[in-house]
């Protein structure tokens, strides 16, 4: 069947810090996989996606490849600021669309 | 404009009772969902609906009942409430394919007492 595992936290790091969360996947067939962030007191909004192997997700200095070989969508950014504190999601949505799996989360502060 | 809204965002409420929570979204999307966040952030889908119709309904007792009168809409119902039902509920709306975005809302905090 369909997972995500993703790594626990919670994370703590200083501002300015490279930041990995690392996911990995079970599937079959060619997922999509996604990174979702939630700020504290909001719903989940879309940080990067990929829809097919090798393709690598980007937005506001994260960036994530999707790698077939390893299973991996791992997350990451070379210099964290406080304002990216927040809850990360690993996700993964199968070709069809119709199944949704998401991972357990990984909370990430970042002090100044 | 709000994309994706949830009425209301707060409900506090004694165990027994029945309540229900609104959703509307303005994307034009054709797919909407219910998910289930428990206090420790996990999500869980519980139902999606395509154009009005279900096409996934996870194992969720049957005392939430998902309506959708329009695909704008899709509302939850929650009968009896128990102390388990405790969460925030999110309501997102995507189109329907692989590789969609879902856009979510708000969430509604439930608290049963």
Redesign the interface.
């Known amino acids: 069947g369909n997972s995500v595992t993703q790594m626990e936290g919670p994370v703590t790091l200083s501002e300015e810090a490279f930041l990995t969360i690392n996911c990995t996947y079970t599937a079959t067939g060619y997922?999509?996989l996604?990174w979702?962030v939630?700020y504290p007191g909001?719903?989940?909004?879309?940080l990067l996606?990929a829809?097919k192997a090798d393709d690598k997700g980007s937005n506001k200095g994260f960036e994530a490849t999707y790698r077939k070989e390893t299973t991996s969508f791992h997350l990451e950014k070379g210099s964290v600021q406080v304002s990216d504190s927040a809850?990360y999601?690993c996700a993964l949505?199968?070709?069809?669309?119709?199944?949704?799996y998401?991972g357990?989360?990984t909370?990430l502060t970042v002090i100044p | 404009d709000t994309a994706v809204s949830q009425t209301p965002k707060y409900l506090v409420t004694q165990m027994g009772n029945d309540k229900s929570i609104k959703c509307e979204q303005n994307l034009g999307h054709d797919t909407m969902y219910w998910y289930k966040q428990d206090s420790k952030k996990f999500l869980k889908i519980m139902f999606s609906y395509n154009n009005k119709e279900l096409i996934i309904n996870e194992t969720v007792p049957n005392r939430f009942s998902p309506k959708s009168p329009d695909k704008a809409h899709l509302n939850l119902h929650i009968n009896s409430l128990e102390l388990g039902d405790s969460a925030v509920y999110f309501c997102a709306s995507s189109q329907l394919g692989g590789g969609e975005t879902q856009y979510f809302g708000p969430g509604t905090r439930l608290l049963v007492l």
């Open positions: 997922p999509s996604f979702y939630q909001e719903g989940l909004q879309l996606k829809t809850v999601f949505q199968s070709r069809t669309g119709n199944q949704f998401f357990t989360g909370s």
